[in-house]
């Protein structure tokens, strides 16, 4: 069974800055995408950023500049750095995964969600 277990939430101050961290276990052969998503009350899930095995990134526009997108594909963990938050960046950061292989015979791949990490920033 595969899983996402999130960790680096938690209140900050406006102007301040948080790394969240997200891990993948189990039997998996290689990700091809690992990235992260937020959702804020009463708003849609957003694409915040996401990186591809061979380095490609996607990062949302209200957010270029401010984070930063990491991974260790030996630990199979993605990372988020946040500088400059804004009560705006206030949401729930879920942790994505696509291209998740866990098979070969036969061919198997996956798309994970974590269950989210908490964000607040207060102004």
């Known amino acids: 069974q595969v899983q996402l277990v999130e960790s680096g939430g938690g209140l900050v101050q406006a102007g301040g800055s948080l790394r969240l961290s997200c891990a993948a276990s189990?039997?998996?052969?290689?990700?091809?995408?690992m990235g992260w998503y937020r959702q804020a009350p009463g708003k849609q899930r957003e694409l915040v950023a996401r990186l591809t095995s061979l380095g490609r990134t996607n990062y949302a526009d209200s957010v270029k500049g401010r984070f930063t997108i990491s991974r260790d594909n030996a630990r199979k963990t993605v990372y988020l750095q946040m500088n400059s938050l804004t009560p705006e960046d206030t949401a729930t950061y879920l942790c994505?995964?696509?291209?998740?292989?866990?098979?070969?015979?036969?061919?198997?791949?996956?798309?994970?969600w974590g269950q989210g990490t908490l964000v607040t920033v207060s102004s």
């Open positions: 189990g039997s998996i052969f290689s990700i091809n995408t």
């Open positions: 994505n995964a696509v291209g998740v292989v866990v098979s070969f015979t036969p061919y198997r791949s996956l798309e994970v």
